[in-house]
């Protein structure tokens, strides 16, 4: 179970890696590990944007169009997970 939940941590990281990429105005294309990272993190978004495309009550707070709803949406999301698997634990 802590294996998964190490795993949830590094998509939270990653996910959050590639949105101050964006709000720096880092290219895609600026080497190799920007453009892993980019397209990693657009990969373990789309849930989170799926997720706010299908539910029409999300759509009057939150704007599925917006980067930035939609990434920290998905690190929500992948956060709840990461709490979820570790209730019950006996420490």
């Known amino acids: 179970m802590s294996l998964i939940r190490t795993i949830l941590g590094f998509v939270i990281l990653l996910i959050l890696i590639h949105v101050a990429l964006v709000y720096v105005n880092v290219g895609a294309n600026a080497n190799t590990v920007t453009r892993a990272v980019y397209s ?32 920290l949406t998905a690190v929500a999301l992948y956060f709840v997970l990461y709490l979820l698997l570790g209730i019950g634990r006996k420490g």
Not at 46 to 60: E, G, K, T, Y
Request: charged fraction near 10%; glycine fraction near 6%; hydrophobic fraction near 55%.
């Open 40 to 71: 990693l993190g657009a990969l373990l978004e789309s849930p989170a944007a799926l997720l706010l495309n299908a539910v029409p009550a999300l759509q009057r707070y939150l704007d599925p169009g917006s980067f930035f709803t939609v990434a």
